[in-house]
């Protein structure tokens, strides 16, 4: 399968599984909203704030690079996480919960996980309150790549995103260990299939360039 057509099949699962979503929040009964330090709300922030960079990430390549496949996978980019980030600002608006958070970010992630679906390999051991989010890049790393451009910025793209999404997928597989509301492991599932979808072409793409 063609590169292109590996995007085209991502953004097929983003918009089928962002109908999924509408589909079940209609369907849904009402539910005893999540509470300030759950879970959920943890996620809800932590993830608009991981998306963002995310976003920014793409932006910065999507005007640096010379390769159209590039530019396609970092506008779909874009458009999903954008997306998804908006979903969760909406979720905290309807729990009736700030967009700020009551404690550090990640604190949801130091705590036990349930023994529900999704709770294997979702530890907490390895992050503490207030720790840097899996797989952001560092301000360093965002001034490197604002000062790239063509080939060495794809490079660089493809390293740091690949990290990030690595970070985002690791983030909803915690998710899913801690919450049962349909909602929110909607999307987590969502992050979870587009994101490893992307890292797998991001790979590959590496590889190609590498190559040259």
């Given at each position: 399968?063609?590169?292109?057509?590996?995007?085209?099949?991502?953004?097929?699962?983003?918009?089928?599984?962002?109908?999924a979503?509408?589909?079940?929040?209609?369907?849904?009964p009402?539910?005893?909203?999540?509470?300030?330090?759950?879970?959920?709300?943890?996620?809800?922030?932590?993830?608009?704030?991981?998306?963002?960079?995310?976003v920014?990430?793409?932006?910065?390549?999507?005007?640096?690079t010379?390769?159209?496949?590039?530019?396609?996978?970092?506008?779909?980019?874009?458009?999903?996480?954008?997306?998804?980030?908006g979903?969760?600002?909406?979720?905290?608006?309807?729990?009736?919960?700030?967009?700020?958070p009551?404690?550090?970010?990640?604190?949801?992630?130091?705590?036990?996980?349930?023994?529900g679906?999704g709770?294997?390999?979702?530890?907490?051991?390895?992050?503490?309150?207030?720790?840097?989010?899996?797989?952001?890049?560092?301000?360093?790393?965002?001034?490197?790549?604002?000062?790239?451009?063509?080939?060495?910025?794809?490079?660089?793209f493809?390293?740091?995103?690949?990290?990030?999404?690595?970070?985002?997928?690791?983030?909803?597989?915690?998710?899913?260990?801690?919450?049962?509301?349909?909602?929110?492991?909607?999307?987590?599932?969502?992050?979870?299939?587009?994101?490893?979808?992307?890292?797998?072409?991001?790979?590959?793409?590496?590889?190609?360039?590498?190559?040259?």
């Open positions: 399968m063609s590169p292109r057509a590996i995007v085209a099949a991502v953004a097929t699962v983003v918009i089928l599984l962002l109908l979503f509408v589909a079940g929040r209609a369907s849904a009402a539910a005893r909203p999540p509470s300030d330090t759950s879970a959920e709300a943890g996620f809800a922030r932590d993830m608009q704030t991981h998306h963002l960079q995310g920014e990430l793409a932006l910065l390549v999507r005007d640096r010379d390769d159209p496949t590039v530019r396609l996978l970092a506008t779909d980019m874009i458009t999903a996480q954008s997306g998804q980030a979903q969760l600002y909406g979720l905290l608006v309807e729990w009736g919960l700030d967009q700020a009551s404690e550090p970010s990640m604190t949801w992630m130091t705590r036990p996980a349930s023994d679906p709770a294997h390999g979702a530890g907490h051991e390895t992050h503490e309150p207030g720790a840097p989010m899996p797989g952001l890049a560092a301000p360093a790393q965002l001034a490197e790549l604002t000062a790239a451009d063509g080939p060495a910025a794809d490079r660089l493809f390293e740091l995103m690949i990290d990030h999404h690595a970070g985002g997928v690791e983030m909803a597989r915690a998710v899913l260990a801690r919450s049962d509301q349909p909602s929110v492991r909607t999307i987590a599932r969502g992050i979870i299939a587009a994101q490893e979808s992307e890292i797998a072409l991001m790979e590959d793409l590496l590889h190609k360039l590498d190559a040259r």
